[in-house]
């Protein structure tokens, strides 16, 4: 019977055995724990129990293969190619976004101001709209946006249409969504709702010269505009009365020297130059914008045109012996009487007018030059003198293009011989 007791009691003596190999198992690393016995025996037990339960310092990742994979770059780590920024890396390696965030709060103005200025507004979110240029990264599609002072600010497009916003690559886009700055050259956005617009043609804006606003001419710039070889360039509202011609379909009012090479004409232009055919040769008065382009005239649109001459002529013939002379051909010969008249008619063509030069003009004193229309026939052009110096005196007619009177088409000279 007392052997029978010890035997019952050598297990109780033997139960701390197991801890002890309990504490030595753990203190070992678990490489040491795998290079035991491949018999498990009861001492051992605890130590693969010990093994399982003990973490591992840094174990290298390994996929379903047991191929080792490298770790994820940093999500905030900024991306750049070369010196350009190109805004921040995603989370993983290829993420593709499916879920959006819950609606937030939308972003102040001054959170706003913050989220488009560089270096200002990190860690900022919200909801909000953003608007730039869209560009691919890595297969990413990154939203370009010029910032409050000029720079540019990279923002990354995430949403379930991040794999259909790279198909709108340089175009405008508008974004709309949860908006949150990451770093300090840009951030993510988790698009709602987005826009996009195919870029037009660039073009080079040139800059718009304000033109001078019309103004009321005085009763001197009026006078400068009738006078010849003066106020080339002046433009303004103005009354001005002259001698209602035509040339071809085209009316013109003479101001000044009229049949000379220096005579200041307008052509006529605008709703009020239309239907003035009875006017013609008439003294009229116009009202409208005159714009002299050069000495000689320019373009007068008008509003309202009135005769304001009468039938009767300036000059009377009714007293004087008067010469009259049809010019035929390059050059003609007539007698005049001092003090008498002396009248030269020449037919004109469509496009241009006679005229005589100014110093001619004064020596042989011309009175008038009338521009007479006919019904079927041209039209022709009356030179009326009253020569005041007896003597031979040679006049030449010039056949000069309307407006500009240094063009000559053709000359006529006449050999005037004024006897006492």
Known sequence: MAKV?????????????????????????????VKAA???????????????TAKPEAPAATGKKGKDVPAPRPSMEPARKGDVFMGPMPDKPMPRASKLP???????????????????????????????????????PYLEVIGRDKRELFFLLQGPDQEVLPAYVDHKVSVSGFIRRTNNHGGMV????????????????????????????????????????????????????????????????VVSAAGTRQQVSFTLEG???????????????????????????????VETVEVRGTDYRLISRDAMEVAEVEARGESGQVEAKLNHGLSVR???????????????????????????????????????????????????????KAFNPTQVAKTYKLNVMVKG
């Open 271 to 301: 709703k009020g130059a239309k239907g003035l055919r009875k006017m013609v040769g008439h003294l009229v008065q116009a009202t409208g914008v005159v714009e002299k382009t050069s000495g000689w005239g320019g373009t007068f649109t």
């Open 38 to 52: 491949p018999v498990p025996t009861k001492k051992t037990e605890p130590a693969k129990k010990s093994a399982a």
């Open 190 to 253: 988790d698009v709602r709702k987005y826009s996009a617009k195919k870029p037009e043609a660039e073009v080079i804006e040139v800059p718009e010269v304000q033109e001078a606003k019309l103004r009321y001419l005085s009763p001197g710039e009026v006078e400068q505009v009738c006078s010849s070889g003066m106020a080339a360039g002046v433009k303004g509202f103005a009354t001005m009365r002259g001698t209602l011609e035509m040339t071809g379909d085209s009316f013109f009012l």
């Open 5 to 33: 007791k010890k035997k019952a009691a050598s297990p109780k003596k033997q139960s701390p055995a197991p801890a002890k190999s309990k504490v030595k198992a753990s203190a070992k690393p678990a490489a040491k724990a």
């Open 102 to 140: 819950a609606p937030a709060e939308p972003l102040t103005k001054r959170e706003m101001e913050q989220v488009l200025t560089v270096g200002v507004g990190r860690g900022v979110m919200g909801e909000g709209s953003l608007k730039g240029r869209l560009f691919v990264h890595l297969g990413f």
């Open 346 to 400: 020449l037919p004109e063509r469509a496009g241009y007018i006679w005229a005589v030069e100014p110093t001619t003009a004064k020596r042989v004193s011309l009175r008038e030059a009338n521009f007479e229309l006919k019904g079927s026939g041209p039209a022709t052009r009356e030179f009326f003198f009253t020569p005041r110096n007896p003597g031979q005196h040679d006049v030449e007619f010039f056949l000069a």
